[in-house]
């Protein structure tokens, strides 16, 4: 159990950001088998801890020269509209991009309709052509109330898959989400969850957005938000990192803070971190504001490691409300030797044409100085055919 250190202020547990469809929502404010040796943790006690894995974790290829094309393109010139739409369709929000098997993946939060998946999975060869999503989890916990699972995360740990996703929590009232985990041998499911969820801070108001992140030691770990802002509340969210067993299954030690609002486009909420590494410097790109406002933005801030602390190295924002779309937030980096690509969801699309859906997935790409990240010219991954098999997906 955390210490009272660690829990900070105390978030309300009222009805939590997201319980109802994303895109209702968006609609409604415009008009007025593998769990190997899983370590769970009960509801009560927020991250567990368990012993490492037998399983070596694989260090992604983020180091590089900043003077390497791959890692400091042109800036933009495009600020007002600089991402390109992925794919079309249905609402898609919380978008996380690998690379398995020579094949683009991409993983969205559970969408609405007549047949609702859980967590869709779409694959591409080009990065043009996509196949029709995919049920990547097609049984839900039973902790896990059905329709209402989102921010989906895979990682690769040596022979096996593990999918990290958030989800309300059944029965429980007030609302609140927490954090699963499952597991697969395969990277498109089907995936075997936990029976209990991996993450659930109920004296912070919950526990989303989990992402995991493999430092320049080979170490893994996950960052994720706790839920203070739930059903409305004015209480400051915050980011946290903790240690990962080798094999993907439990957490190790104690969660680390990493940041919480200080700037005024920030509002009262961080969220849906993500951390890379780039030439020994450690960055984590965050959410900010109300995820249903245009002024939901994204925003990236230096960490001293992996465990924080970490400052904003700007006092704006990275992208904020464009061209192409109000609010626009749910980020995510994707790197695959040869640069580095930024996916986000805007809250509301601006596009003229009925075909775009109000939630599209937009990516561009980036690049890194010392002083930070930028938005960077340059189009989106093309063909999969030089995607080596430790891109995304790494080898034992």
């Not at 943790?41 to 927020?46: H, Q």
Request: charged letters at 15%; proline letters at 12%; a negative charge.
């Amino acid at each position: 159990m955390d210490t009272d250190d660690e829990r900070g202020a105390e978030g309300r547990t009222d009805t939590p950001r997201g319980i109802r469809s994303r895109r209702a929502l968006a609609i409604g404010l415009v008009a007025g088998v593998l769990a190997v040796g899983l370590a769970a943790v009960a509801l009560e006690f927020g991250p567990g801890r368990a012993d490492a894995g037998a399983h070596l974790a694989d260090r992604p290829s983020r180091t590089a020269s900043f003077v390497d094309p791959g890692v400091s393109p042109p800036a933009t010139t495009s600020s007002g509209a600089p991402g390109t739409e992925v794919t079309g369709g249905a609402d898609q929000s919380d978008p996380f991009l690998t690379a398995a098997d020579g094949r683009y993946l991409l993983f969205t939060s559970g969408g609405t309709g007549p047949a609702p998946l859980n967590v869709p999975v779409a694959t591409s060869r080009d990065f043009v052509h996509w196949t029709p999503p995919t049920e990547a989890l097609p049984v839900l916990p039973t902790w896990a109330h059905a329709g209402y699972t989102w921010a989906p995360d895979m990682h690769r740990f040596g022979s096996h898959y593990a999918l990290y996703f958030t989800a309300k929590v059944a029965g429980r009232t007030p609302a609140t989400q927490c954090i699963g985990s499952a597991f697969s041998t395969s990277p498109t499911g089907p995936y075997v969850a936990g029976p209990t969820p991996f993450i659930c801070q109920l004296h912070q108001g919950g526990s989303i957005d989990p992402r995991v992140f493999v430092d320049a030691n080979g170490t893994p770990w996950m960052v994720w938000k706790s839920d203070q802002n739930i059903g409305g509340a004015s209480t400051p969210t915050k980011m946290w990192s903790q240690r990962l067993s080798r094999d993907g299954t439990a957490l190790l030690g104690r969660p680390s803070f990493l940041l919480s609002p200080d700037e005024p486009w920030q509002g009262t909420v961080v969220e849906a971190p993500d951390m890379v590494e780039v030439d020994g410097d450690y960055w984590v790109f965050y959410s900010a504001n109300w995820f249903n406002q245009p002024a939901y933005a994204i925003g990236a801030a230096r960490c001293q490691g992996p465990a924080g602390p970490c400052r904003d190295t700007s006092t704006t924002p990275l992208l904020s409300s464009n061209l192409q779309g109000q609010g626009p937030g749910e980020e995510s980096v994707f790197h695959d030797g040869a640069g580095y690509w930024m996916l986000y969801s805007p809250w509301r699309s601006l596009a003229p044409h009925p075909d775009i859906p109000p939630r599209p997935v937009f990516i561009t790409r980036i690049g890194f100085h010392p002083s930070g990240p930028y938005l960077a010219a340059g189009a989106p991954p093309s063909s999969s055919d030089r995607l080596s098999p430790s891109v995304g997906s790494p080898a034992p």
